[in-house]
DNA sequence: TACAATTTTTAGACTAATCTAAAAATATTT
DNA sequence: AAATATTTTTAGATTAGTCTAAAAATTGTA
């Protein structure tokens, strides 16, 4: 139906008017997408055309209801797939992207939906970003971020803000990843770093710069 | 590493060989792929620079082994994902090739073999053609047809010859697929049709063009 | 062996996606 | 508001893969 670099443009726009409201530029998707500005007016000009988005000259896009279904689906065939290679192929979170970002562009709706039965139709991918359903409805979990807790609180690691494997290499190495339960034992006034305890016994020091990037849900 | 079309190329390449011996032609491949006499010589030339085939003009195209090694994998990769759609997400067994011929071009030797494992490294795909190993050796199984078979004789279905959808839903019709055990009850001399019992109860009447395109392992 | 038929290759053109370099529009600064 | 800087678009070229139509080579036949 529509090609690979289609599905990819349209996923780009779509992540990036999740973050900020209003009109992309040109230069936005340039840098979300790794390539140059001349390239992106030439697709933007032909997704205009298909009708999956609004484009006018200097102006910037936005995505079309048809648009955005286009890449709704394909951040859920993304995010099943992450979900297949962590949890029947035992990837490590931090190795299943590069694989899903293929993955997502085979074309079968069966293929998607067997899928998702085969994994129990998942909530959440390893990263603990919600899976769409399969008529592109997102379930926000209601999350905030480690950094923002008070010294006691309890939670439990739902997913990350920073999504680049060296931080997700991090969070393998000091042993932390959605599910771990937390307990903020102190927060260091001086650079704000959290003291604090995994899963009720290990006890661990971690900078403001990585609680920042851990999404939480308060346990209650 | 090889782009789509090229693996695509060197698998159809291979399939060739394997029949006949000798060179392949320019439009023996062109057949095979569903394109024109020009595209291939095109494409031939570039897969002969890259030293993946042997190429002498007028003369047709031999794999080197470089290319016959990429032709495997290929398949390796075919039949690992048809086992999958069929053994983890019930496809049924004419279902699994269009996915399948999507599926085998996801670029990851590691998701290859965590697959492999995952499936607890099958010999064989749902219709019964042999998986390549990792370094590229295929074991045959030892089959004959099914109408090679006399009056008596008991045999297990393996796999088939003809590989079309068509074929592959009138055996799913009648309920014959690997697995299956066979009795050859009669063999009726008019017009070489076969009676039948399979898995010791069914009674059965085949075409002798049916039993011409069932492999079967005979059972001793 | 020569003529006809078939196969294969070449030449030139097309599409999708990309690029560089230059031009045009918009935004910012003084 | 004019000058400058930045962003965006256009123009023209490139690459991979494909095509049609014509030319060249090979094969078959009389």
Redesign the pocket.
């Known amino acids: 139906m529509y090609?690979?670099?289609?599905e990819?443009?349209l996923k780009a726009i779509y992540k990036l008017s999740d973050n900020k409201a209003g009109e992309i530029?040109?230069?936005?998707i340039?840098d979300a997408?790794?390539?140059?500005?001349?390239?992106?007016?030439?697709?933007?000009?032909?997704l205009a055309e298909k009708q999956l988005l609004k484009?006018?000259?200097?102006?910037?896009v936005k995505l079309s209801a048809k648009g955005r279904k286009v890449a709704i689906d394909t951040v859920r065939k993304h995010r099943l797939w992450e979900t297949f290679l962590h949890n029947k192929l035992n990837f490590k979170w931090d190795e299943v992207h590069e694989i899903a970002e293929q993955l997502e562009h085979i074309q079968s709706e069966t293929l998607i939906d067997k899928l998702d039965d085969f994994l129990g139709y998942p909530a959440h991918d390893p990263h603990g970003d919600p899976i769409p359903g399969k008529n592109g409805e997102i379930k926000m979990h209601d999350v905030v971020t480690l950094s923002n807790l008070k010294k006691g609180d309890r939670c439990v690691v739902v997913g990350v803000v920073d999504h680049r494997t060296i931080f997700l290499k991090h969070l393998q190495k000091i042993n932390l990843m959605p599910g771990s339960k937390i307990q903020v034992s102190t927060i260091n006034e001086f650079d704000q770093s959290h003291n604090i305890k995994v899963n009720r016994n290990i006890e661990l020091q971690i900078s403001f710069d990585v609680a920042k990037n851990i999404l939480v849900k308060i346990d209650s």
Chains 1, 2 share one sequence.
């Open positions: 090609s690979f670099t289609e990819n443009y530029t040109t230069n936005a340039a997408m790794q390539t140059k500005a001349a390239s992106v007016t030439d697709m933007v000009k032909k484009y006018e000259k200097y102006k910037g």
